[in-house]
C-alpha cells in the first residue's frame, strides 16, 4: 500500500517538469517536483522568452498556465530552492535525499523523472570569429528574446534601434572542432520566429539570416519561413559568416554568397547569434549523482532496450525527459513528458502489483 | 518580472565575462599524450621541456609550457637572409638576460616555404628535415625554440602526421637509423614570440624608451595560429581570450595602444609562391585588404607582427603601391624588434632598419630617438669595416649601451 | 568524359583528356595517407572560401575543391589540377571548417602529383623558381642576401639597389656570429648537415620529383649532392 502511494519525483521544474508533473497527477498518482531555482518555468522563464513559435503565443502566458495548474494541483508537491543531492534504492523504492538551503531531507518515490534540460552554448567557445564578449552589439538569440519581451530591440551599445540586424545558425552546434557535432534543432525556427517579431517591433529594419540549411520541419515551412520571406521580407541567404569585425560604429560580417559563388562581406549595426544547445549544469550533475550512462555530448543517454523509447535511461524507474537527453523544441518535451509520465505511474503500479 | 534588471543591464553584464574554457571539455585529444604513449612504446623519445619554464594557456585551456632558458634557435631563411634584424633582436634579447643558449651551424631550414610554395616534396621528407632538426639539437642538450612562424605551424601539422600515421613514422625512422640519429620530438613546440610573450613583464621591467605615444596594429600569423588551431597562446585578459594573444600582450605590457581593424584576420597575402613568382597577388592583397584599411581606420605608427613571411609581405609591398597612389607607408617590425628597441637597443646595430624597405624614420622621431646619431655611429662601424679595422660587428658593438633614458628619452 | 556530373555540357575544358588518365591522378590524391585527415563531408557553408585569400582574387574556391572531391567528379578535379591549384596562398584560413576538412592541404596533395608527374601546368607555374629549388636543395636554406638583386625585386624598390651595392659590408655588421659575413646563405651550415640533407632529398625519392620539374636543374643539384656525399665517404 506505500507504495502504491510513493509519489513520482520530477526533478526539474521546466516545462518538461511541469507537463510531467501534471500527467502523473491527471493519472492520479501523487507527484514531487523539485525545482533548483527559487522559480518555476525552466528556461522561458529565466531567460525571458518572448513569444512561442506555437502560434506566437506570449510565453509568459503559456507557461505561467502551465505553472498554475501545477500549483493548483492537490496530489502535486512543489520544493523551489531545492536540489536532489543523493539517491539510493531502486524503482518502486528510491530513496533521495534533498537539500533546501542548510536544510536536508529524506524523501521516498516509487520512479524518478530527469527534466533537468539545456543550457545555450557559450559563444566565447565558438571556432569562428564572433567575439561576443568584446562587442557590445554582437547578442545571443536569449539575448534578444528578451530585447523582444520587454519590446527593447536596440543596439547594446547606443540604446538606438538597429537599421540592419544579422543572424548566423549554427553557432555551437554542427561542428566538429567544437565537439557539438548535432544539429540543436530549434535555432532556425526561433531565429525565423524572432526576425519576424523584429520586423513587427521595427518595420522599416533590414534582416538578414545566414545559415547552412534551414531547418523548418512540419508546419514551422509554412508559418514560419514562408511568411518571413514573403510577407516580412526576411533575407535567407546560404552562407555561414567567417568573422565578425568592427567597420566605424558598426559591424562588418564576412561569409561567402554560394548562392552566387563569391565572398560577401554585409554591415550591420546588430548581429544575433543562433547558439545551440548543449545539456545543462543541472541534468550534467543529475546524470552522475544517480549512475545514468550519459553520451559522448553529456547528455542523458536514451532509448532503452529497443531504441525506440525516447524516455527510457539507463536505470530501470528512472525515466528522461525533453532536452536532457537531446536537442529537443517544446513539442518533443511535452510529448516526452507525458510519456515519462505514464512510465513512470505504471512503474510504481507494477511494482505495487507484484508485491 | 520585476526583480530582474532590464535586459540591456543584463547583456551588458555579460559581455564583461572573459572565455575561460575547461581543458577537461577539450572536443580534441592531446596531442602530447599520444606523443608520450609513443614514447611509452618505445617508438620514439620525447624531449621535455627544461626549467625554468612559464605556463601558457592554449585554445582550450590547456596548459602549455614555454621554456626561458638553455635554448636551441631555430633559425628562420628569410629571417636570416633578408631581414637579419629580426634574429639579431631575438638573440639580443637573449643575451640581455644572461641566458644560456645555443645557436647552430648543425640546422638546415625547415622547408617549409618551398613545400607550400611548390609541392616539390612529401610527407616523409618534410617530416624528416623536421626530425633530423629535432635529433640535432636533442644531442646538444638545448630546447628548440622556432623562429619562422611558416616552420612552427608547418612543424605543428608534421608532428600531427607523424603521431598519427604509423607508416610515415617507419619510413622516417629508417632513414633516420641510416643517418644515425634518433628519432625524437620535442614535448612542445615552442614559437619565439611565445617566449617573448612570456618574457614581457620582464622585458617591460627594463624599458628605458617610452612608448606610450605609439599606436599600432596587431597582425597575427596565419601559420602561428591557424594551424594546429588548439597549439596557440590564448589569455582572457586578452581579448576576452577570443583571439590569439601573442603580441598583443607584449604590445600592451610596453605601453603601446593597441588598436583593432576590420581585417585582423585576414592572411597578408605571402603566398609562399606568389611573393617571388606571382607578385602582383601578394603586393595588392597586402596592401588593399591589410595597410591600407589600418591606414584608413587606425592610421598607426607601425604594424608589428610575428612572423618572417608577414614581415616581408607587408614591409616590402609598399613601395610599389605607394606608385599607384595608394595609401601606404605604414612602418613594420616583428614584436622581437619593438622589445629590443623598449629596451635600448641600437637601431641599426641590433634592429638593422636600414634592411626594412617602409620609412620608420617618424616612428622613432616620435619615440624621441635621434636616428640620425645613430646612423652615424653605424656608419662609423661601416667605414671600419670597409677599412679592414674590423671584421665585422660583434656582440660586444651590439649591446654597448645605445639608448638610454638620460640621452635619448625626451620628455613629451 | 564522365557523364555522371555534365550530361548535358559536350564542351569544358580538357575533353581531349582520357577518362582514365583523370582518374588514375584523381586515385593517386586519394591514396595519400594524409586524404582521411584533410576530407570529411562538406554541408557547403562557405566559411573556407569566407577566409581565403585567393578567393578574393581569382576565380578559386576551397568549397568547390572539397566538393568535387568529395563527388569524385573527375573532370572538374582535372580543372582544379590543371588550373586552379597554383592561386592557392597556402595560409590555411580554411582550416577553420566546421566539418574539420582542410582544403589547402588538399590543394597540397593534389600538387604534389601534378609535380611527381611533371605535368606542363605545374613546370609553368614554378618557372622563374628554379632559382630557390637550388637554393633549398643544396644550401638548406630558401633565401640568401645575394639573392637581393634589383633584377629579381624590381618592384620591392629603390632599398634593394642601394641593398646590392652595400651587401658585403652590411652583411658583415651582424653581430650573430653564423650569419656575420655571409652572401651566399642565410646562416652557416655544416657541410655534414647538408650531407645529411642531400641523403634525406635522396631516400624520400624526392630527387625524381625535382627531374620531373627542370631536367637541367636535376641533373646539377644530383652531380653536387653526390660529388658531396662520396668526398665524405
Known amino acids: 500500500m506505500l507504495q502504491e502511494i510513493s509519489p513520482v519525483l520530477v526533478i ?67 520544493l523551489t530552492g531545492t536540489e536532489v543531492v543523493a539517491c539510493a534504492g531502486e524503482a518502486g523504492a528510491f530513496r533521495v535525499t534533498l537539500r533546501h538551503g542548510q536544510e536536508t531531507q529524506e524523501r521516498l518515490a516509487g520512479a524518478i523523472i530527469v527534466a533537468t534540460g539545456f543550457q545555450h552554448f557559450d559563444p566565447g567557445r565558438e571556432t569562428q570569429m564572433y567575439n561576443y564578449y568584446s562587442f557590445p552589439d554582437v547578442v545571443t538569440l536569449g539575448d534578444m528574446e528578451a530585447m523582444l519581451k520587454a519590446h527593447q530591440v536596440v543596439r547594446p551599445s547606443n540604446g538606438q534601434p538597429p537599421e540592419r540586424v544579422a543572424f548566423i545558425q549554427c553557432v555551437g552546434s554542427r561542428d566538429r572542432q567544437i565537439g557539438n557535432e548535432f544539429c540543436s534543432k530549434v535555432c532556425c525556427g526561433i531565429a525565423s520566429k524572432q526576425a519576424i517579431e523584429i520586423k513587427q517591433q521595427l518595420p522599416q529594419a533590414r534582416v538578414f539570416i545566414f545559415y547552412i ?27 555561414i559568416v567567417s568573422e565578425i569585425l568592427p567597420k566605424g560604429d558598426k559591424l562588418l560580417i564576412r561569409g561567402e554568397d554560394t548562392t552566387m559563388s563569391r565572398p560577401m562581406e554585409v554591415t550591420v549595426d546588430l548581429v544575433v ?8 549544469s543541472g541534468t550534467r550533475q543529475v546524470a552522475r549523482m544517480l549512475g545514468l550512462a550519459q553520451n559522448k555530448y553529456g547528455y542523458i543517454e536514451a532509448g532503452g532496450s529497443s531504441g525506440l523509447d525516447p524516455v527510457a535511461t539507463s536505470r530501470p524507474g528512472v525515466f528522461v525527459v525533453g532536452a536532457a537527453a537531446r536537442p529537443a523544441d517544446l513539442d518533443d518535451t511535452f510529448a516526452t513528458a507525458g510519456m515519462a509520465a505514464a512510465r513512470a505511474v505504471a512503474t510504481i503500479r507494477q511494482v505495487a502489483a507484484v508485491r | 518580472m520585476s526583480e530582474r534588471l532590464s535586459p540591456l543591464s543584463e547583456i551588458r553584464e555579460k559581455k564583461g565575462l572573459p572565455v575561460r574554457p575547461d581543458p577537461e571539455a577539450a572536443p580534441r585529444s592531446d596531442l602530447r599524450e599520444e606523443l608520450f604513449e609513443l614514447e611509452a612504446r618505445g617508438e620514439l623519445l620525447v624531449q621535455r621541456v627544461p626549467e625554468p619554464y612559464v605556463e601558457v594557456t592554449t585554445k582550450f585551456g590547456r596548459v602549455k609550457k614555454v621554456p626561458i632558458d638553455h635554448l636551441w634557435h631555430h633559425k628562420s631563411c628569410g629571417q636570416c637572409g633578408h631581414i637579419p634584424g629580426y634574429t639579431t633582436s631575438i638573440l639580443w634579447l637573449n643575451r640581455q638576460f644572461g641566458l644560456d643558449y645555443h645557436d647552430p651551424t648543425d640546422q638546415t631550414s625547415c622547408t617549409g616555404w618551398n613545400y607550400y610554395a611548390s609541392a616539390t616534396s612529401n610527407a616523409a621528407a618534410q ?115 577570443q583571439r590569439t594573444a601573442t603580441v598583443t600582450a607584449l604590445l600592451k605590457a610596453l605601453g603601446i595602444t593597441v ?21 602582383d597577388f601578394t603586393r595588392s592583397f597586402a596592401v588593399l585588404r591589410k595597410i591600407e584599411v589600418m591606414r584608413d581606420e587606425v592610421d598607426p605608427d607601425m604594424t608589428v607582427t610575428h612572423d618572417t613571411g608577414c614581415v616581408t609581405t607587408l614591409d616590402k609591398s609598399q613601395f610599389a603601391a605607394k606608385a599607384h597612389k595608394r595609401r601606404v607607408g605604414v612602418p613594420v617590425l616583428a614584436d622581437s624588434q619593438v622589445a629590443a628597441l623598449a629596451m635600448g637597443a641600437h637601431p641599426f646595430r641590433v634592429l ?49 649601451p645605445a639608448l638610454t633614458r638620460e640621452r635619448d628619452h625626451r620628455a613629451h | 568524359m564522365s557523364a555522371t556530373w555534365n550530361p548535358v555540357k559536350g564542351g569544358g575544358a580538357y575533353t581531349e583528356v582520357p577518362d582514365e588518365e583523370k582518374r588514375r591522378l584523381f586515385e593517386e590524391v586519394v591514396a595519400d595517407p594524409r586524404y582521411g585527415d584533410f576530407l570529411y563531408g562538406c554541408y557547403e557553408c562557405g566559411i573556407c572560401v569566407a577566409v581565403c585569400p585567393s578567393a578574393r582574387f581569382y576565380d578559386f574556391s576551397p568549397r568547390v575543391i572539397a566538393q568535387a572531391l568529395s563527388r569524385e567528379d573527375i573532370d572538374r578535379f582535372y580543372e582544379i589540377l590543371m588550373d586552379d591549384i597554383w592561386n592557392c596562398a597556402q595560409c590555411f584560413s580554411c582550416v577553420r571548417c566546421p566539418r574539420g576538412n582542410n582544403p589547402g592541404g588538399l590543394v597540397t596533395l593534389i600538387r604534389e602529383v601534378a609535380v611527381r608527374h611533371g605535368l606542363e601546368r605545374a613546370q609553368q607555374a614554378l ?107
Request: charged share 25%; glycine share 8%; with cysteine.
Open chain 1, 12 to 78: 526539474g521544474g521546466g516545462p518538461g517538469g511541469l507537463e510531467a508533473a501534471r500527467t502523473v497527477a491527471s493519472l492520479g498518482q501523487p507527484a514531487l517536483l523539485v525545482e533548483r531555482r527559487h522559480r518555476l518555468g525552466g528556461a522561458p522563464d529565466a531567460e525571458h522568452y518572448a513569444k512561442l513559435t506555437h502560434g506566437f503565443r506570449d510565453a509568459e502566458e503559456a507557461i505561467g498556465e502551465l505553472v498554475a495548474a501545477v500549483m493548483g494541483d492537490p496530489l502535486v508537491e512543489v
Open chain 1, 213 to 239: 540549411d534551414m531547418r523548418m520541419y512540419g508546419y514551422w515551412e509554412n508559418e514560419l519561413y514562408w511568411p518571413a520571406q514573403e510577407r516580412y521580407k526576411v533575407n535567407y541567404v546560404k552562407g
Open chain 1, 273 to 280: 547569434l543562433s547558439v545551440g544547445m548543449e545539456p545543462s
Open chain 2, 127 to 241: 617530416i624528416l628535415v623536421m626530425c633530423r632538426n629535432f635529433a640535432a639539437a636533442y644531442e646538444t642538450g638545448y630546447y628548440p625554440l622556432i623562429h619562422c612562424g611558416t616552420s612552427y605551424g608547418h612543424y605543428k601539422e608534421l608532428r600531427e602526421q607523424l603521431v598519427h600515421h604509423a607508416d610515415l613514422r617507419d619510413q622516417v625512422r629508417r632513414v633516420l637509423d641510416k643517418l644515425g640519429k634518433p628519432l625524437v620530438v620535442p614535448e612542445e613546440i615552442v614559437h619565439y614570440s611565445e617566449w617573448v610573450h612570456v618574457m614581457r613583464h620582464r622585458i617591460a621591467e627594463r624599458q628605458v624608451v617610452d612608448m606610450s605615444s605609439v599606436t599600432a596594429c596587431v597582425h597575427p600569423a596565419c601559420h602561428y595560429y591557424k594551424i594546429v588551431a588548439e597549439d596557440a597562446i590564448y589569455d582572457p585578459d586578452i581579448y576576452g581570450g
Open chain 2, 259 to 279: 588598436a583593432d581593424y576590420s581585417t585582423w584576420f585576414d592572411c597578408c597575402g605571402f603566398g609562399f609562391r606568389h611573393i617571388l613568382v606571382q607578385r
Open chain 2, 352 to 400: 638593422q632598419l636600414h634592411w626594412h624597405s617602409t620609412d620608420w624614420r617618424p616612428l622613432l622621431e616620435k619615440l624621441g630617438l635621434d636616428w640620425q646619431r645613430h646612423w652615424q655611429e653605424f656608419e662609423e662601424d661601416l667605414a671600419a669595416i670597409e677599412r679592414g679595422e674590423k671584421p665585422g660587428l660583434t656582440w660586444d658593438d651590439a649591446e654597448r
Open chain 3, 127 to 233: 618557372q622563374g623558381y628554379s632559382r630557390v629549388i637550388y637554393k633549398i636543395m643544396l644550401k638548406g636554406n630558401q633565401v640568401s642576401p645575394d639573392m637581393l638583386q634589383p633584377d629579381f625585386f624590381p618592384d620591392w624598390g629603390p632599398w634593394v639597389r642601394e641593398f646590392s651595392q652595400h651587401m658585403h659590408t652590411w652583411r658583415k655588421a651582424i653581430p650573430v656570429d653564423t650569419m656575420r659575413n655571409l652572401t651566399d646563405a642565410a646562416w652557416r651550415t655544416d657541410d655534414r648537415t647538408l650531407r645529411e640533407l642531400y641523403v634525406i632529398w635522396f631516400e624520400t625519392g624526392n630527387m625524381e620529383v625535382i627531374r620531373e620539374v627542370d631536367e637541367g636543374l636535376y641533373e646539377l643539384l644530383v652531380e653536387l649532392m653526390e660529388e658531396e656525399l662520396e668526398a665524405a665517404s
